[in-house]
């Protein structure tokens, strides 16, 4: 079958602020327009060729493009997708702070940052604290505002010593969950797993990668960074480069002194509509909320928050 004339392109990004019309438009169908090649016959050649050790699976391109995929739509848009990503920053600069303000918005669907919300159940593993402290903290941030779609916990299985089971027990008592967020990732580390290498944190962020795509969700990874400073601020990832190379992409929240008020947010992602997106935000003292001061779009994207 022919291939159409037409070629999608990356809409023009409007010229307005922070209340302009999303940068993209989510496909409503894979890239699969034609027909899929006809099944390969299934004779006895073709079983001693799946069974020969030697034998490597190959698919041709045609193939590639008749295979049809599973849309991912954002779970932030523009923000955050279906995935596994990082969040790092350095300690008590308002990263707690945020994944509630991020875990609160989505399971309530309320838009974050004029960025439009999917909502879901949200699974949030605040494995550094517990019952009394993450109450205040989010009493502060949002009064007797609740939603009933958040779920906390504060224990969890290491990986591999059941937090995949777990997490996919809590999936199947509530179809509609889009994201968990685990805080922090050296909490689910395997014991015996302290040895930093590329292959350990290839290792971690690979299994837990497999889990987010079988389960068709986003996993949240709260990590932190070091203290040595980098041309490239995703170098400052805590680690080797084995958890950035594994993971979908990286959020990063830095500010310039630890009392600032304002932080930049940078953002990578192998999704090319969120890769390179900065933001100035903002975090009022008073509740603790992030609030977007600047977003601009370049190599990286970058967002000043506030916190208030």
């Not at 010593?161 to 580390?189: A, C, M, S, Y």
Request: hydrophobic content about 35%; glycine content about 6%.
């Amino acid at each position: 079958m022919q291939r159409a004339d037409e070629k999608t392109t990356v809409p023009n990004p409007s010229a307005a602020t922070d209340g302009e019309q999303p940068l993209f438009k989510e496909p409503d169908a894979s890239i699969a327009d034609f027909p899929l090649p006809d099944n390969e016959d299934f004779s006895d050649d073709f079983f001693r060729r799946i069974n020969d050790p030697g034998f490597l699976p190959t698919y041709s391109m045609p193939e590639l493009y008749g295979s049809i995929f599973h849309c991912k739509p954002p779970i932030i848009q523009n923000l955050l997708y279906p995935g596994t990503y990082l969040f790092a920053g350095a300690p008590k600069i308002g990263k707690s702070f945020l994944m509630a303000q991020l875990a609160f918005h989505v399971s309530s669907g309320k838009p974050l940052w004029n960025f439009a919300v999917q909502q879901g159940t949200v699974l949030y593993l605040a494995l550094e604290d517990n019952q009394e402290r993450l109450q205040q903290r989010l009493y502060r941030m949002f009064g007797t505002d609740v939603a009933p779609a958040l779920y906390f916990s504060n224990a969890a299985k290491p990986l591999g010593g059941g937090l995949d089971q777990q997490i996919e027990t809590f999936r199947r008592e509530h179809p509609d969950t889009n994201l968990v967020i685990i805080d922090t990732l050296q909490k689910v580390r395997e014991s015996g797993n302290e040895k930093c290498s590329y292959a350990s944190d290839y290792e971690i962020i690979s299994k837990l990668k497999s889990l987010a795509e079988k389960l068709r969700i986003c996993l949240l990874l709260v990590h932190h960074t070091r203290k040595q400073q980098a041309e490239d601020r995703f170098d400052m990832i805590s680690g080797t480069n084995g958890l950035l190379g594994c993971a979908d992409g990286a959020l990063i929240l830095q500010k310039e002194f630890r009392t600032a008020k304002t932080a930049t947010l940078d953002i990578s992602a192998e999704i090319n509509r969120i890769n390179g997106c900065i933001c100035r935000v903002t975090s009022r003292r008073l509740h603790g909320i992030w609030s977007v001061r600047r977003r601009s779009y370049g190599t990286r994207r970058q967002t000043r928050f506030c916190r208030r």
